[in-house]
């Protein structure tokens, strides 16, 4: 919690603070958020977001808990702007998902110790996300502290379920959370995102003809109709895109592979031919894709497929999903939309060189909430620290890109919001 009142004075810009941002009261921010064991669907979601709630209600911001489901909350605050006649003053929302990957096999420190050297702060969930979520809050208590209020609101949003589909930005969205502009801090090396693909997952069944081993000749092997498959659709472009930035998010993988005797998979009898195969995959499309066209690329290869293995059926179908999953759509903005030049130019001030911009690999083909916060009518970005060390054993962030992401963000909000009077 906080522990000082703010210091005021006399119309601080969001630069000056910036500049001489303390970096020590962010780093005890991060480092006690990622001792938080919020696994997606653990107590600790809740413990979390019921933290973040008191720490902005400390900070004088009106802040809730946002249900989501019973006993999973997102975690809402606002940061009020002075209201007033400032010309071209916007709302302005940040968005990150408090929710973590689980814990793997292959770490050499404690995932929720917070370890930190001069260098990078690890933990579970670091860079995905709570780097992100924390350089926010820090940015916003900066400003607070230094005595800065913006003329229009500042929306911080901490929610759960990002890594069930979006479920917590949906249902906060369906809750009437929303602003001008939003920023959403997914791990991106503090690289501006304003391209990413949609996240479909599908299942492919092949049924093949059984036969004993001695008469292999007569049967059609589903398990070696696989292996001819599972290479093609990974090497797959979809069709539909319409230019080369479309086609580049394009990205298919079969992640699941079982075959066996009939659609119950018998292991126990490896003397017969498999005559089933199921096979669960994700494709990466564009905004200018579908997963309807997603799924007639994939039913013309397995029509060919058909072909080269006379008698083999082959099936696809969307797998089958939690009822209370929403799709990961894509999500694009255009390089020349303000929210776009804003951060553009806020890494600029920041480190004197121009950011790097575009559908950015490998980050294109993660999905975010931005494409719902988009979808709701909002124009936004993605941008975050965090990104090389993602989703892996011994998960860090490299300090320099978490305080100067901070920074950006205050840049950022004075920008968009406006000082207030």
Not at 167 to 186: L, P, Q, S, W
Not at 321 to 330: A, E, I, Q, S
Request: charged share 25%.
């Amino acid at each position: 919690m906080t522990d000082a009142q703010p210091v005021r004075s006399a119309e601080p810009s969001a630069r000056a603070l910036a500049d001489r941002l303390d970096v020590a009261r962010p780093l005890a921010l991060l480092q006690r958020m990622v001792r938080f064991d919020s696994r997606t669907e653990t107590p600790g979601e809740a413990q979390l977001a019921k933290w973040l709630v008191d720490y902005m209600t400390e900070l004088g911001l009106d802040a809730w808990l946002d249900e989501v489901s019973p006993g999973r909350y997102n975690a809402i605050g606002v940061f009020k702007g002075s209201g007033g006649d400032v010309p071209g003053a916007a709302s302005l929302l940040f968005n990150g998902h408090i929710d973590t990957n689980p814990a793997t096999e292959g770490w050499t420190v404690d995932p929720w110790g917070a370890h930190t050297t001069d260098e990078v702060i690890y933990g579970l969930g670091v860079s995905n996300m709570k780097a992100g979520c924390a350089s926010y809050l820090s940015a916003v208590e900066a400003l607070i502290r230094g005595g800065f209020r913006p003329a229009a609101d500042v929306t911080l949003t901490f929610v759960v379920g990002e890594l069930q589909g979006g479920i917590g930005t949906v249902k906060m969205i369906e809750h009437g959370v929303r602003a001008d502009y939003f920023i959403n801090c997914e791990p991106t090396d503090v690289q501006a995102l304003t391209l990413h693909a949609g996240a479909f997952n599908f299942t492919v069944e092949l049924t093949g003809v059984t036969r004993h081993l001695s008469k292999r000749e007569e049967s059609v092997d589903a398990i070696v109709a696989a292996c001819a498959l599972v290479p093609r659709l990974n090497a797959l472009t979809f069709s539909g895109a319409t230019d080369e930035r479309h086609a580049e998010v394009n990205r298919c993988n079969v992640g699941v592979i079982h075959g066996a005797l009939g659609r119950t998979l018998e292991e126990w009898r490896p003397p017969q031919i498999a005559d089933f195969v199921r096979l669960v995959g994700t494709g990466r499309y564009a905004p200018s894709q579908s997963v309807e066209s997603v799924l007639a690329d994939l039913r013309r290869e397995l029509d060919r497929l058909e072909s080269e293995f006379p008698g083999l059926r082959a099936e696809v179908f969307p797998q089958e999903k939690v009822t209370d999953r929403p799709d990961m759509p894509p999500f694009e903005v255009s390089a020349d939309s303000r929210i776009v030049r804003t951060v553009n130019t806020a890494y600029e001030a920041v480190r004197g060189t121009a950011q790097p911009t575009g559908a950015i690999k490998p980050c294109c083909f993660f999905g975010s909430d931005a494409a719902h916060l988009s979808k709701a009518g909002m124009e936004g970005i993605v941008c975050g620290p965090g990104g090389k060390y993602n989703t892996m054993p011994d998960e860090r962030v490299e300090l320099v890109d978490y305080y100067d992401m901070i920074r950006m963000h205050m840049l950022a909000i004075e920008e968009v919001c406006g000082r207030g009077n």
